[in-house]
């Protein structure tokens, strides 16, 4: 087993309006990694698309000491560092170009009965691979409180966009809903330093969202929840830290 590696160049439809690659751009490049590495293994979308399986997300911890920039080329480094029963833990890396650490994430995988919507055994139905048991960030992705009150909300609306390949609305856009529901001056002046997400339940094409965020100095918890029947569909804390 060896790592899996590339670059990317941060183009300019990936910043946001301070030139800094968009949390939305940084969790795909996560996912691009992920899948290409699991590719190359022969556990990538081929596989699953063959066999009824699919990849679900169900964690991540992010700490970010710097975002990068526009026209900055940055280097990831992707590797499964743990394996469980029903999850997979896949750990990650970004250099910049001097070669400095500015970002770390692990992320957890449960494989799933793309029909019966269901978790399956890895070790029954995944051909034999090795991990690294190298740990980037040393998280056991602990569970995240709920908002205790309500210091802003938002709705939204799935777009057809949303939608990944898996019929569901994709990883990425979690952090995007909870990072609009904190005030706009304030994200002008922080950027969100360590990003954890607990996924709970699908959300699917057409349905409108609610997030509920409470938010503590330097600090902010967030759940959304579908409005039609409430179930929660995720909770994510992040911290935030001064440019």
């Given at each position: 087993?060896?790592?899996?590696?590339?670059?990317?160049?941060?183009?300019?439809?990936?910043c946001d309006k301070n030139s800094n690659l968009r949390v939305?751009?940084?969790?795909?490049?996560?996912?691009?990694?992920?899948?290409?590495?699991?590719?190359?293994?022969?556990?990538?979308?081929?596989?699953?698309?063959?066999?009824?399986?699919?990849?679900?997300?169900?964690?991540?911890?992010?700490?970010?000491?710097?975002?990068?920039?526009?026209?900055?080329?940055i280097r990831v480094e992707t590797w499964p560092s743990a394996?469980?029963?029903?999850?997979?833990?896949?750990?990650?890396?970004?250099?910049?170009?001097?070669?400095?650490?500015?970002?770390?994430?692990?992320?957890?995988?449960?494989?799933?009965?793309?029909?019966?919507?269901?978790?399956?055994?890895?070790?029954?139905?995944?051909?034999?691979?090795?991990?690294?048991?190298?740990?980037?960030?040393?998280?056991?992705?602990?569970?995240?409180?709920?908002?205790?009150?309500?210091?802003?909300?938002?709705?939204?609306?799935?777009?057809?966009?949303?939608?990944?390949?898996?019929?569901?609305?994709?990883?990425?856009?979690?952090?995007?809903?909870?990072?609009?529901?904190?005030?706009?001056?304030?994200?002008?002046?922080?950027?969100?330093?360590?990003?954890?997400?607990?996924?709970?339940?699908?959300c699917r094409l057409g349905e409108d969202v609610g997030i509920?965020?409470?938010?503590?100095?330097?600090?902010?918890?967030?759940?959304?929840?579908?409005?039609?029947?409430?179930?929660?569909?995720?909770?994510?804390?992040?911290?935030?830290?001064?440019?």
């Open positions: 087993m060896k790592k899996w590696e590339k670059e990317y160049q941060i183009r300019t439809y990936e939305l751009t940084l969790m795909n490049i996560l996912q691009d990694m992920a899948d290409s590495h699991a590719s190359d293994l022969g556990l990538g979308l081929e596989f699953c698309l063959k066999n009824g399986f699919a990849w679900v997300g169900s964690n991540y911890h992010i700490q970010i000491s710097r975002l990068p920039m526009l026209h900055e080329t394996e469980k029963k029903l999850g997979a833990v896949r750990d990650f890396v970004v250099y910049d170009a001097k070669g400095n650490i500015i970002i770390t994430a692990s992320s957890q995988w449960i494989l799933i009965d793309f029909i019966r919507k269901r978790p399956i055994s890895l070790k029954d139905h995944l051909p034999e691979y090795t991990v690294i048991p190298e740990r980037a960030l040393e998280t056991d992705f602990p569970k995240l409180p709920e908002p205790e009150r309500i210091d802003c909300s938002r709705t939204f609306s799935v777009r057809f966009d949303d939608i990944d390949i898996n019929r569901h609305v994709n990883n990425a856009v979690y952090p995007l809903w909870a990072t609009e529901c904190v005030d706009h001056e304030f994200r002008d002046s922080h950027f969100p330093a360590e990003i954890e997400i607990a996924f709970k339940k699908e509920a965020s409470q938010i503590d100095d330097l600090i902010s918890n967030h759940s959304v929840k579908a409005l039609s029947d409430g179930r929660e569909l995720a909770r994510l804390r992040i911290k935030w830290q001064k440019i």
